[in-house]
């Protein structure tokens, strides 16, 4: 064997001995870790952590093994071997650059390897640590088999038993027990099983229950807190049960008549989530009512949805189309099936509706709905998402109505002179060259005067007045509105003719003032607009819009005034914008009404009569609390047990638990702290925690009425002297 191969197994031996050193130091804590698993949660969780616990120690050990490299034994070959003559390195150089001596020295020591006992290098096991180790390891495994668990005897009893010094059983004891849950197929949930008997999961999850008791009873069965029983079959020495839950319970376990007592006696508490329905949101579009957009030819649809367990496959799109009007209206409704995007519980649906295809016409409401199912089973839950609607909005020139008295048309026919501003601005801005730079001055500042009247006309609809000095009210001549500014040019008539048609007219005042009446003044110098609820009623959203429409005007106006049609023209195309969509609006009403309040007879004031006025000897009455069964409970659980009136009526509290269930957060902790105190009545940490339970649920007193002061001295004189006076 040459020199390289025995070195390479000697390093190789180092490293066995220092990994399996290591391995020996972490094993005892592998098995307390798995001791101690299968002490509080079963075999199945107690082989998991040792296979855990057994990697970590392996990987530990790995990295120690791996310090042993050709340094470490570069030196122990030193130290154990005097013929290396501290020369050893030279076994690990490279032979192309040493000098003839070290080459010299190199050969040397190989054949002194090759020729010489192999020494063993290997490090000393580590006793010391090994002992530490496994004495620790052992006190803990003893400290975890002396703890108890939930279902154990105590301490003394179970020693007794250890020694066979134990005396005739007194109770049933529960030895063994195991609680077997598997979920709902269609929650894809694993299937587990624990010794502890209280569980949380989910809704219509089976429960197999395995108990095992000492001494054996005769009968065993599973008492909920709903009057429900569930009786347990016997096999062996197991007793087994299995019941499926659909709502969250308390349960105890009650042995026969003639069976030990049982210990512990206690309530266990089942916790099931519920199966939420899927939740179900629309992404487009962003509103529930949309208007049709010129040359729109599709109405694009997205939906997300999502379910805690899983969504079905498809969705379905109910298409209703509601074409006609006033009683002659039709409905034609299709369904279409969607296919989701994305993972099991979580999904986006998305579609294009094809307008002409649907046949949507002029007035025709377009409205989809979608729906979804979860995968529960057997019966899928369902949502449904908001209605939206697209609306391809009629002819508003053709609407009428018979409440000509209470409702009106939206902005009628006028609105069209704002494209006819824009016309001409465009038509001035392109013979610009063409033109004198006086008379285009003149013609732009002419628009800039239509384009003035006509939003002082759409003011009036916002409570603004006209500007300049006071004018009566407007009328329905056309030359009035024209000119109702005192300007005149050659587009005014224009739109005087678009605005003859203005039903917003003020009668003039027709009786004269008088001096000190307030309604005389306000007919003669004021007008109704100059208060907001006096004006048209608009919504919030269309009033936002003619505001908007306004300022546009302005900007327009103030441009055209200046002679730069050009800078106008923006402006003026946001105004028609503005002012077409005021046009979508179907109906503004009229003012609302306020309250009218009885006239004050001036007569009566500073006179002294007290006729008809309320007596002061009149008391408050104090107000008679409805004393429920709350109330008082909660006050006997105050006083200490064993006191004159501190028995405590349960029965009553649960009557009105199981009318109020929705009233109280948590009912199953109002159920075990009133099983405890039945229980217990003399428990103190047992009235306490019932009437922190019911604090919250006390109706809150009445704000108490302050007592106002009486004026000291002088005040009480005073009130004396007005009883007096009150007196018969």
Same mark, same amino acid.
């Given at each position: 064997?040459?020199?390289?191969? !025995?070195? +390479?197994?000697?390093?190789?031996?180092a490293?066995?001995?220092?990994?399996?050193?290591?391995?020996?130091?972490?094993?005892?804590?592998?098995?307390?870790?798995?001791c101690?698993?299968?002490?509080?949660?079963?075999?199945?969780?107690? $082989?998991?952590?040792?296979?855990?616990?057994?990697?970590? *120690?392996?990987?530990?050990?790995?990295?120690?093994?791996l %310090?042993?490299?050709?340094?470490?034994? *570069?030196?122990?070959?030193?130290?154990?071997?005097?013929?290396?003559?501290?020369? /050893?390195?030279?076994?690990?150089?490279?032979?192309?650059?040493?000098?003839?001596l070290?080459?010299?020295?190199? /050969?040397?020591? +190989? %054949?002194?390897?090759?020729?010489?006992?192999?020494?063993?290098?290997?490090?000393?096991?580590? @006793?010391?640590?090994?002992?530490?180790?496994?004495?620790?390891?052992?006190?803990? @495994?003893?400290?975890?088999?002396?703890?108890? %668990?939930?279902?154990?005897?105590?301490?003394?009893?179970?020693?007794?038993?250890? *020694?066979?010094?134990?005396?005739?059983?007194?109770?049933?004891?529960l030895?063994?027990?195991?609680?077997?849950?598997?979920?709902?197929?269609?929650?894809?949930?694993?299937?587990?099983? +624990?010794?502890?008997?209280?569980?949380?999961?989910?809704q219509?999850?089976?429960?197999?229950?395995?108990l095992? #008791?000492?001494?054996?009873?005769?009968?065993?069965?599973?008492?909920?807190?709903?009057?429900?029983?569930?009786?347990?079959?016997?096999?062996?020495e197991?007793?087994?049960?299995?019941a499926?839950?659909?709502?969250?319970?308390?349960?105890?376990?009650?042995?026969?008549?003639?069976?030990?007592?049982?210990?512990?006696?206690?309530?266990?508490? *089942?916790?099931?989530?519920?199966?939420?329905?899927?939740?179900?949101?629309?992404?487009?579009?962003? !509103?529930?009512?949309?208007?049709?957009?010129?040359?729109?030819?599709?109405?694009?649809?997205?939906?997300?949805?999502?379910?805690?367990?899983?969504?079905?496959?498809?969705?379905?799109? !109910?298409?209703?189309?509601?074409?006609?009007?006033?009683?002659?209206? =039709?409905f034609?409704?299709?369904?279409?099936?969607?296919?989701?995007?994305?993972?099991?519980?979580?999904?986006?649906?998305a579609?294009?509706?094809?307008?002409?295809?649907?046949?949507?016409?002029?007035?025709d409401?377009?409205?989809?709905?979608?729906?979804?199912?979860?995968?529960?089973?057997?019966?899928?839950?369902?949502?449904?998402?908001?209605?939206?609607?697209?609306?391809?909005?009629?002819? @508003?020139?053709?609407?009428?109505?018979?409440?000509?008295? @209470?409702?009106?048309?939206?902005?009628?026919?006028?609105? !069209?002179?704002?494209? &006819?501003?824009?016309?001409?601005?465009?038509?001035?801005?392109?013979? %610009?060259?063409?033109?004198?730079?006086? =008379?285009?001055?003149?013609?732009?500042?002419?628009?800039?005067?239509? &384009?003035?009247?006509?939003?002082?006309?759409?003011?009036?609809?916002?409570?603004?007045?006209?500007?300049?000095?006071?004018?009566?009210?407007p009328?329905?001549?056309?030359?009035?509105?024209?000119?109702?500014?005192?300007?005149?040019?050659?587009?005014?008539?224009?739109?005087?003719? /678009?605005?003859?048609?203005?039903?917003?007219?003020?009668a003039?005042? +027709? =009786?004269?003032?008088? #001096?000190?009446?307030?309604?005389?003044l306000?007919?003669?110098?004021?007008?109704?607009?100059?208060?907001?609820?006096?004006?048209?009623?608009?919504?919030?959203?269309?009033?936002?819009?003619?505001?908007?429409?306004?300022?546009?005007?302005?900007?327009?106006?103030?441009?055209?005034?200046?002679?730069?049609?050009?800078?106008?023209l923006?402006y003026?195309?946001?105004?028609?914008?503005?002012?077409?969509?005021?046009?979508?609006?179907?109906?503004?009403?009229?003012?609302?009404?306020?309250?009218?309040?009885?006239?004050?007879?001036?007569?009566?004031?500073?006179?002294?009569?007290?006729?008809?006025?309320?007596?002061?000897?009149?008391?408050?009455s104090?107000?008679?609390?409805?004393?429920?069964?709350?109330?008082?409970?909660?006050?006997?659980?105050?006083?200490?047990?064993?006191?004159?009136?501190?028995? $405590?009526?349960?029965?009553?509290?649960?009557?009105?638990?199981?009318?109020?269930?929705?009233?109280?957060?948590?009912?199953?902790?109002?159920?075990?702290?009133?099983?405890?105190?039945?229980?217990?009545?003399?428990?103190?940490?047992?009235?306490?925690?019932?009437?922190?339970?019911?604090?919250?649920?006390?109706?809150?007193?009445?704000?108490?009425?302050?007592?106002?002061?009486?004026?000291?001295?002088?005040?009480?004189?005073?009130?004396?002297?007005?009883?007096?006076?009150?007196?018969?």
């Open positions: 064997m040459s020199a390289a191969q !025995r070195l +390479q197994r000697l390093l190789h031996a490293r066995w001995r220092s990994a399996a050193d290591a391995l020996l130091i972490g094993a005892p804590w592998v098995l307390l870790a798995a101690l698993a299968w002490r509080w949660s079963g075999v199945g969780t107690a $082989i998991a952590v040792a296979v855990l616990a057994a990697a970590i *120690v392996a990987a530990i050990a790995w990295r120690v093994s %310090r042993l490299d050709t340094a470490w034994l *570069v030196r122990r070959l030193n130290a154990h071997r005097a013929d290396m003559d501290d020369s /050893a390195d030279l076994l690990f150089a490279d032979g192309a650059k040493l000098g003839a070290q080459s010299l020295q190199r /050969a040397r020591l +190989q %054949r002194r390897i090759e020729d010489g006992a192999t020494p063993d290098l290997r490090p000393a096991w580590s @006793l010391r640590r090994l002992a530490w180790s496994g004495s620790l390891a052992v006190l803990a @495994l003893l400290a975890i088999g002396l703890w108890p %668990r939930p279902n154990d005897l105590p301490l003394h009893e179970r020693l007794a038993d250890a *020694v066979g010094l134990s005396p005739a059983p007194t109770q049933t004891r030895s063994d027990a195991a609680l077997a849950i598997a979920p709902p197929a269609y929650t894809r949930l694993p299937a587990r099983e +624990q010794d502890q008997l209280e569980a949380k999961t989910v219509g999850a089976r429960l197999r229950w395995r095992r #008791f000492q001494p054996q009873p005769n009968s065993v069965e599973l008492v909920f807190h709903d009057g429900r029983r569930v009786p347990l079959t016997r096999a062996g197991d007793w087994s049960a299995s499926v839950l659909e709502k969250s319970t308390l349960y105890r376990i009650v042995l026969d008549a003639k069976a030990l007592p049982l210990q512990p006696r206690r309530l266990y508490r *089942v916790d099931l989530a519920p199966d939420r329905a899927p939740q179900l949101g629309v992404i487009e579009p962003d !509103r529930g009512l949309s208007l049709l957009t010129p040359g729109q030819r599709v109405w694009p649809l997205a939906f997300d949805a999502s379910d805690d367990y899983g969504l079905a496959a498809n969705a379905i799109l !109910r298409i209703t189309l509601a074409q006609g009007s006033g009683e002659n209206i =039709t034609r409704e299709q369904r279409i099936s969607l296919r989701g995007n994305g993972g099991a519980t979580a999904k986006r649906y579609h294009r509706l094809d307008l002409a295809a649907l046949g949507f016409a002029v007035g409401d377009l409205i989809v709905q979608l729906s979804v199912d979860d995968n529960r089973a057997p019966q899928p839950q369902t949502t449904r998402s908001p209605s939206l609607i697209l609306r391809w909005p009629a002819d @508003l020139g053709q609407e009428a109505t018979g409440l000509e008295g @209470l409702v009106k048309t939206t902005l009628p026919a006028y609105f !069209r002179s704002q494209r &006819q501003i824009i016309i001409d601005a465009e038509a001035l801005y392109a013979q %610009r060259r063409k033109l004198a730079a006086a =008379t285009y001055e003149q013609r732009s500042d002419g628009i800039g005067v239509d &384009q003035r009247i006509l939003r002082l006309r759409y003011g009036q609809f916002l409570g603004e007045e006209s500007e300049g000095e006071p004018k009566p009210p009328t329905n001549d056309a030359e009035d509105v024209a000119h109702a500014d005192g300007e005149h040019d050659d587009h005014a008539p224009a739109a005087a003719d /678009a605005d003859a048609h203005d039903d917003h007219d003020h003039p005042a +027709q =009786t004269p003032s008088r #001096f000190g009446d307030a309604g005389s306000l007919e003669e110098y004021g007008h109704t607009h100059d208060h907001a609820e006096a004006a048209t009623l608009l919504d919030p959203e269309t009033r936002k819009l003619l505001k908007a429409a306004l300022d546009e005007m302005w900007q327009s106006e103030l441009h055209l005034r200046q002679a730069h049609p050009e800078q106008a923006p003026a195309y946001r105004a028609l914008r503005y002012i077409k969509q005021v046009q979508q609006a179907s109906r503004i009403y009229l003012a609302r009404v306020g309250p009218e309040l009885p006239p004050i007879d001036e007569t009566r004031r500073m006179s002294g009569e007290r006729e008809g006025l309320a007596r002061r000897a009149d008391a408050l104090a107000t008679v609390a409805t004393d429920t069964p709350l109330e008082a409970l909660w006050g006997a659980l105050e006083t200490a047990p064993g006191a004159q009136g501190a028995g $405590i009526d349960t029965a009553a509290l649960e009557r009105w638990l199981s009318e109020h269930e929705s009233r109280v957060a948590d009912p199953l902790a109002f159920v075990a702290a009133i099983d405890a105190l039945r229980e217990r009545p003399d428990c103190v940490p047992c009235r306490a925690r019932l009437r922190g339970l019911l604090w919250p649920l006390l109706k809150r007193p009445p704000a108490a009425l302050p007592r106002r002061e009486d004026g000291g001295e002088e005040g009480r004189r005073y009130l004396d002297a007005l009883r007096r006076e009150s007196a018969p």
